[in-house]
């Protein structure tokens, strides 16, 4: 599946597009498609995201995995801090990311 | 310390409202990211993996107890309560909103701080000697000379769009504590006939083509040396590549011309920017240097310090040094615990630091280079002290300079260029060898590890650097020994094929047995490396 | 920086002028044709890789230098500008090309006194951003008084 991330503008947040808007949480990612470009452009010309792009990910029984660490560590939060992730009680988090 | 006068501060007020201005304009659309993004880096603000970076600059490392606070007053009120000191001496700040950003230089300039230049293709905080003003074999205070640098490259008019940055470091002593040579500038000060100047070295630096730089000039006079410098980035600006990223910095330039004909090329310039008068008068250097005069330093009261805790005796072996002020010494508060994140420091840990440099270190505190926190004036008397309080903070890890001392980048845990992560490496090579004993048996050993080609971990200048690369989307570490950013300067070299996690850590183990086993007397890691070369190594790595 | 400004519009494009004669609209020749076989022109176009210092002994025939610039990024006009201006140039100096209006505060320290940029440039916020900084820590082409000539006279 194709998912379109970027940062929130004036927070900086990492942001997923849903499919009608953004979430900070992939899990609530959408598929989109072949439309990803499009969204991307016109999401940034509407300043609803800052520097969006297109990713390669795969639907699991927990949400969408993008395929590069990079995109998961930016969905996650950083690896060697725990407790400012989007799952601080979660302990098994970060082997989602390896 | 340098005071800002009416002119600096209003430069520097005049700044933040400029800024403000920049990101009402973003904000409200006026500007797309193409166009705001040179500007918001001019002023250190980045985009990264999880939001905007911000970094401000500690001109030459150097900062009193109320800009400190102030680094934990940001900290805490505008990100998530920590921050990291940089390879550059700078702090960044990892979870800023760009509609804070103003609002946060805005508090910055109330104690004389900034970002100015701690980004974008333009001439960066100027670096310097942590010791600076405190060591011993300093020719004069390098600090008077980097003021004078960050005032003449602030907003410089010609060379703010440069074909890439420009980084310049100030030294005085033969000692090189600041990898003056690693710099796009290196200024080494010293006397000759009674008169003050600089030997300069231009195009050296790290990133994906690393190089030490030469020397283009054996002395200029302190009188001359700002038209001096223009000449050497007049010549920069007009013939560094531009149509490659890559090839864009200066150590390219020289690389291509050759030394002795940049050097021609500076010195015809210099011929006609001499006689410009861009030289600031005697008078301004002796008004910095009047705020650099020493503080008023107790009298030598005999004291020496009771080793009779045996954890406090090793920390004074390892982090403190000497001063060169009889009764008095200079601590280096590491930020390197096992399994802990080299360079951060909570806000808590940042006021506690601040605290103890107001009561015990006449109002001084350094950023080094090692990302590390310096009290340069402690009197000897004071030295338990401090250290109980710095044990109170866990801030009492005595590994200066071994092993655990770790240099790393941030990597991809928050960068959006790196490849690879660079903090749990470090984690796990802090546990591997947490033994004191052990780590102090190995003696100096520098281990620089960076996430990606840009060599922000300065791996090319570790006794042994890690460099993070990507491998078909997994990650995957080179190994490189017998690089130093030092006096005795060399780039490290590949031992070979690279390795996950663990094994990095693994080759790591087997290089340091293999130098337990084959060490003269009294010999570092690297000189050993430099005596024996790389195959003993590569055979314990690779069997 | 007190620094009144005009704006003309030539061809289409907005020109802002910080001179008080009309702007020279001769049509400005490449430096290499001017070098070699025109050099009754009195208009010349500098691209960012020429050497400017070719231009200076034929200085006092030029009442136009257009320096372009192809990006905003290419900082190399701003030294086009200083050279010329210390060899005693004292024509019209014109910025032409992807110029940003946060960039014309420095090259007007620079030496360049008229500005074609190639998107507008609001003139609300280039007065702002010409009238923010007091002062100044370089002696640059601008005659603007360094804050160390404050400081010591």
């Known amino acids: 599946m194709k998912l379109v991330t970027g940062n929130d503008l004036a927070t900086g947040d990492v942001i997923w597009w849903t499919g009608s808007g953004w979430t900070r949480h992939i899990a609530e990612a959408g598929d989109a498609g072949d439309q990803g470009e499009a969204i991307a452009r016109q999401e940034e010309a509407a300043r609803r995201v800052n520097g969006p792009y297109v990713i390669e990910a795969s639907e699991t029984p927990d949400g969408p995995r993008p395929a590069h660490i990079k995109d998961r560590i930016r969905a996650l939060g950083p690896t060697v801090r725990p407790d400012l992730t989007l799952k601080p009680a979660d302990p098994n988090a970060g082997s989602w990311v390896i | ?543 | 920086m007190a620094d009144a400004f005009e704006v003309d519009v030539i061809d289409d494009r907005a020109h802002l002028r910080f001179r008080d004669e009309a702007a020279h609209e001769e049509p400005a020749v490449t430096l290499d044709a001017f070098l070699a076989d025109q050099s009754n022109a009195t208009a010349v176009r500098v691209e960012p890789g020429d050497d400017a210092r070719a231009l200076i002994p034929l200085l006092d025939r030029i009442a136009l230098v257009e320096v372009s610039f192809p990006t905003f990024r290419d900082g190399r006009g701003y030294s086009v500008a200083r050279i010329l201006r210390e060899a005693g140039y004292t024509g019209e100096l014109r910025a032409e090309g992807d110029v940003l209006v946060d960039q014309i505060p420095l090259m007007r320290r620079c030496g360049f006194d008229a500005f074609a940029p190639r998107a507008a440039v609001d003139p609300v916020v280039l007065k702002r951003s010409l009238e923010r900084y007091d002062h100044v820590y370089q002696k640059a082409a601008d005659g603007a008084a360094p804050v160390w000539k404050l400081r010591h006279g």
Not at chain 2, 362 to 372: C, G, I, M, P, Y
Request: charge should be negative; include cysteine; glycine fraction near 8%.
């Open chain 2, 1 to 543: 310390m340098y005071k800002y006068d009416e002119y600096d501060q209003s430069i520097v007020d005049a700044r933040v409202d400029e800024f403000r201005d920049q990101c009402r304009r973003r904000l409200s659309g006026e500007l797309s990211e193409d166009q705001f993004k040179p500007l918001r880096l001019m002023n250190g603000l980045y985009l990264q993996l999880h939001a905007y970076m911000l970094r401000v600059a500690v001109p030459y490392g150097t900062l009193d107890s109320r800009q400190m606070r102030m680094l934990a007053h940001v900290a805490r009120k505008y990100d998530r309560g920590y921050g990291h000191f940089t390879t550059r001496q700078n702090i960044q700040y990892n979870w800023i909103k760009l509609e804070d950003a103003a609002d946060i230089l805005a508090e910055l300039a109330t104690v004389e701080m900034h970002a100015i230049q701690t980004s974008g293709n333009c001439i960066r905080n100027i670096s310097s000697d942590q010791f600076a003003g405190a060591a011993a074999d300093e020719v004069t205070d390098p600090r008077p000379f980097a003021e004078l640098l960050r005032q003449w490259s602030t907003f410089h008019p010609e060379f703010s769009y440069l074909p890439r940055k420009f980084k310049i470091a100030v030294i005085a002593a033969d000692e090189d504590r600041a990898a003056m040579r690693l710099h796009d500038i290196g200024l080494q000060l010293l006397e000759r006939d009674g008169v003050l100047g600089a030997k300069v070295f231009v195009g050296g630096g790290m990133g994906r083509t690393p190089m030490i730089a030469p020397e283009i000039k054996d002395f200029v006079p302190a009188d001359q040396l700002m038209s001096y410098l223009e000449a050497c980035l007049r010549v920069y600006n007009r013939y560094g590549r531009r149509d490659n990223i890559y090839k864009a910095r200066i150590k390219i330039l020289i690389h291509e011309l050759g030394a002795d004909k940049y050097r021609a090329e500076v010195e015809e310039e210099f011929a006609q920017v001499r006689q410009l008068g861009i030289d600031p008068p005697a008078a301004e250097l002796a008004r910095i240097s009047a705020m650099f005069a020493a503080p008023a330093f107790a009298a030598d009261d005999g004291a020496v310090a009771d080793r009779s805790d045996p954890d406090f005796a090793v920390w004074l072996d390892q982090n403190v040094r000497a001063h060169k002020q009889p009764g008095h010494a200079i601590v280096t508060i590491s930020l390197k615990p096992i399994g802990g994140i080299p360079g951060d420091a909570s806000a808590e840990q940042i006021d506690v630091m601040a605290d103890l440099a107001e009561r015990y270190s006449f109002d001084e505190l350094r950023v080094t280079h090692a990302q590390n926190i310096v009290l340069p004036h402690v009197r000897i008397a004071d030295l338990k002290a401090v250290w109980e309080a710095l044990v109170e903070a866990q801030l009492a890890e005595a590994n200066l300079d071994l092993i655990s001392d770790i240099i790393a980048c941030p990597g991809l845990d928050y960068c959006a260029l790196a490849n690879a992560r660079s903090i749990p490496l470090a984690q796990k090579i802090g546990q591997r060898f947490a033994d004191l004993g052990r780590q102090r048996d190995l003696g100096e050993l520098k281990l620089k590890i960076s996430g990606c080609i840009n060599a922000c971990g300065h791996h090319h200048a570790g006794h042994i650097g890690i460099l993070g690369v990507d491998r078909k989307g997994t990650e995957n570490y080179q190994l490189l020994l017998g690089g130093s950013g030092a006096e005795d300067v060399s780039l490290g070299k590949i031992t070979g094929p690279g390795f996950d996690e663990d094994g990095v850590v693994d080759a790591i183990e087997r290089v340091t047995d293999t130098y337990v086993r084959i060490r003269e007397t009294g010999e570092r890691f690297v000189d050993t490396y430099r005596r024996v070369g790389m195959q003993p190594f590569k055979e314990a790595i690779y069997g």
